[in-house]
Structure formats: structure tokens, C-alpha cells
């Protein structure tokens, strides 16, 4: 059993910057491939980036690509997203989910959930 907790989120100006944490509990969490999704008002949740176990594999969506950066820390069980060149467009609730299996941006593929964080940009 794996639980997530996300923060960092919160309100921001377009062109600046956040860093989402994604904190877990579980001795086997560095097994584990992590994704970050997000839902806007009235959308679709849909995949943002993810990475592999050990942080050797990364994915991006292709709007993020350049402007945001997945990590982990196996030794902090914890996964970051760093978010630069924000826009009002990235205005949404993001989730880190975690994946027993590969890294996907498939959404089925996630085994536990957090509960999400708002981030919201301003024009």
C-alpha cells in the first residue's frame, strides 16, 4: 500500500515558476514508477509527466516539454515536479499517481492516488 500527498500548489503570476512535491509513504515506494496528471474545470484529466523507478526514464507531455522537470528522491520518498513558464492555461488540480508497473502516461496504469493540488495562474 502506497499513500501520496501532493503540495506546493498555489497562486501564481503567468511566466512564473512552482514546485509540486509529491510525498509517499512506504518502505517500497522506490519500486515504483510515478505520474503527474491534471484536471482542469470542466476537462479531462490528462497525463503531464511521469518517471521511472530509479529516475533513469522520463516522460513529458509535448505542451510541458522544455518547461516542466519531473525528480525523485528514493532516500525522501518523494517526487517533484518543477514548473517554470507558467501560463493561465496550466491553471488546474494536479495529481501524482503511482504505477507498480512502467512509467505510463496511461492513467489506468496507476495503482494509488494522492488527493491533488490546485495550482493557478494568473494572466
Known amino acids: 500500500q502506497v499513500q501520496l500527498v501532493e503540495s506546493g500548489g498555489g497562486l501564481v503570476q503567468a511566466g512564473g515558476s512552482l514546485r509540486l512535491s509529491c510525498a509517499a509513504s512506504?518502505?517500497?515506494?522506490?519500486?515504483?514508477?510515478v505520474g503527474w496528471f491534471r484536471q482542469a474545470p470542466g476537462k479531462e484529466r490528462e497525463f503531464v509527466a511521469s518517471?521511472?523507478?530509479?529516475?533513469?526514464?522520463?516522460a513529458y507531455e509535448d505542451s510541458m516539454k522544455g518547461r516542466f522537470t519531473i525528480s525523485r528522491d528514493n532516500a525522501k520518498n518523494t517526487v517533484y515536479l518543477q514548473m517554470n513558464s507558467l501560463k493561465p492555461e496550466d491553471t488546474a488540480v494536479y495529481y501524482c499517481?503511482?504505477?507498480?508497473?512502467?512509467?505510463?502516461?496511461?492513467?489506468?496504469?496507476?495503482?494509488?492516488w494522492g488527493q491533488g493540488t490546485q495550482v493557478t495562474v494568473s494572466s
Open positions: 518517471i521511472n523507478w530509479n529516475g533513469g526514464s522520463t
Open positions: 512506504g518502505r517500497t515506494f522506490g519500486s515504483y514508477a
Open positions: 499517481a503511482a504505477s507498480g508497473d512502467e512509467e505510463s502516461a496511461n492513467q489506468g496504469e496507476y495503482d494509488y
